[in-house]
């Protein structure tokens, strides 16, 4: 079992920098993948950034690549998405989730929400220009 709960998303001006957290309780953390999606009014739900519970391998859908950075403290159970240069596109509620995984699994990370088991409330983003 795991519980999550995102924190750090606020309004910012384009171009400018924010880091969400999202901060995890239950012993199931440190052997799961975990994910951050975002989400807006009236559109699906999308996939942002991925990490290994090894930290090993991380994905990044190719709107946020080079722009947004995650990483994970297992010592913390808490994982990161900086973000940088944020545009107006990056408006959404961002989501943390985690995916409890077999060893076998820890160098990889999935980009499906389906192959994730828990989420946390999500954390409002709004970018204006």
């Known amino acids: 079992q795991v519980t999550l709960e995102e924190s750090g998303g606020g309004s910012v001006q384009a171009g400018e920098s924010l880091t969400v957290s999202c901060a995890a309780s239950g012993s199931a953390f440190s052997h799961s993948a975990m994910g951050w999606f975002r989400q807006t009014p009236g559109k699906e739900r999308e996939f942002v950034a991925c990490v290994s519970w090894s930290n090993v391998e991380s994905k990044y859908s190719h709107s946020v690549k080079g722009r947004f950075l995650i990483s994970r403290d297992n010592s913390k159970s808490t994982v990161y998405l900086m973000m940088h240069s944020l545009n107006t596109d990056d408006t959404a509620v961002y989501f943390c989730?985690?995916?409890?995984?077999?060893?076998?699994?820890?160098?990889?990370?999935?980009?499906?929400?389906?192959?994730?088991?828990?989420w946390g409330h999500g954390t409002q983003v709004t970018v204006s220009s």
């Open positions: 989730a985690a995916s409890p995984q077999e060893s076998f699994q820890r160098n990889w990370c999935s980009v499906y929400g389906r192959d994730y088991d828990y």
